[in-house]
């Protein structure tokens, strides 16, 4: 078996994109992450790629060590135990290349594929523990819409209030149209708004700038606006690669909601996926604790509309080459980010 690092990026976008890759493996998405280093391999047999990867490589501060990530990959079957192996062993020895305490997977796996639970385990990866809302780095629990139908039968399956809301907001004169790279500004302004209200750290206006340069030119993002009257009223990032997409930021003003423009957006952007070949819509993020009581149940209700599969993921493992820093790393950077979180929304208070 032949392990290439760095190889052809064409080669390696095509390999992810016909195996069904999460668009977070993409060779753009790791421009979009560029204060982390990324290198990328393919595991080949007798000329016939096996399995490849992105790893995202971030210097921990203070130790002077590396965290490797290779979000929702590595891609490929996880029921070959040889290639698993070989990748195991590849990871071993470029660990000592870039210092690493651990190398982080997540996989888009199925919880229900326990044999490959079982076959981490033996290879020496450690599972961290369930949580049940987003306390990972990738959600652990997400709502897919299976949409090979004809969009005619997809929207009848809604639940009927979705499809009320929907049709409510086409006849009040909500309009929903793709924004510019201008337009980025007044969605950010609503995410901040929406962070506030629903109390979530936001990311910089620059990220989002950065995401728009690295995924729009090969056609995989598109931002979404809802508009009233000449106003934005709520927004939408959307990615799509190979046979899925993702609803992946969400935004809405604290007016008009009664308009109902975010029911609108996902089904305009549920159009999009359909129209350019996506089988899977993917609503992301939900907990996976359902009781009313949840802050979060209210996000929940709302993707349960669409009628979506409740999924849940095989969650994070680490393969860990430096036991006692890794000790340390796991105590210290939940903390860390709790911490940091809790400062963040507190100026953002104060500044309103």
């Given at each position: 078996m032949e392990f290439i690092?760095?190889?052809?990026?064409a080669e390696f976008t095509e390999y992810i994109r016909a195996h069904h890759g999460n668009f977070l493996q993409t060779l753009e998405w790791a421009k979009v992450k560029?204060?982390?280093?990324?290198?990328?391999f393919l595991i080949k047999d007798e000329g016939v790629v096996k399995g490849a990867g992105s790893i995202l490589i971030r210097r921990i501060p203070v130790v002077g060590k590396n965290f490797m990530?290779?979000?929702?990959?590595?891609?490929?079957d996880y029921h070959d135990k040889e290639v698993l192996h070989f990748f195991v062993r590849k990871m071993n020895e470029i660990s000592k290349k870039y210092n690493a305490i651990m190398i982080k997977i997540d996989p888009d796996v199925e919880i229900k594929e326990r044999e490959v639970i079982d076959t981490l385990f033996d290879l020496g990866f450690r599972q961290k523990p369930l949580t049940l809302n987003f306390e990972g780095i990738q959600p652990r629990f997400v709502s897919r819409l299976d949409i090979t139908r004809d969009l005619e039968e997809v929207m009848n399956n809604f639940h009927h209030k979705t499809r009320y809301n929907i049709r409510l907001?086409?006849?009040?004169g909500v309009t929903v149209r793709v924004g510019e790279r201008s337009d980025l500004k007044r969605f950010h302004d609503i995410m901040e708004d929406t962070g506030l209200r629903d109390k979530f750290v936001v990311r910089s206006?620059?990220?989002?700038?950065?995401?728009?340069?690295?995924?729009?030119?090969?056609g995989y993002m598109r931002l979404y606006l809802a508009e009233y009257e000449g106003r934005v009223l709520s927004g939408a990032i959307s990615l799509a690669f190979g046979s899925k997409c993702w609803y992946l930021y969400g935004a809405s003003s604290n007016e008009n909601r009664n308009l109902m423009p975010n029911f609108l957006l996902q089904w305009e952007m549920i159009e999009w996926a359909k129209s350019i070949g996506c089988t899977v819509y993917d609503f992301r993020g939900i907990s996976g604790n359902l009781d009313p009581s949840n802050?979060?149940?209210g996000l929940f209700r709302f993707k349960k509309g669409f009628n979506g599969v409740y999924t849940e993921f095989i969650g994070e493992f680490d393969l860990v080459f430096d036991s006692l820093?890794?000790?340390?790393?796991d105590v210290g950077i939940p903390l860390m980010k709790k911490v940091r979180s809790k400062l963040i929304l507190a100026k953002k208070k104060l500044r309103k």
């Open positions: 690092l760095n190889g052809d990026p560029s204060d982390w280093e990324n290198i990328f990530y290779c979000p929702r990959g590595p891609v490929l907001a086409e006849r009040k206006l620059a990220y989002f700038q950065k995401m728009y340069d690295a995924l729009v030119p090969p802050p979060l149940y820093m890794y000790k340390l790393w």
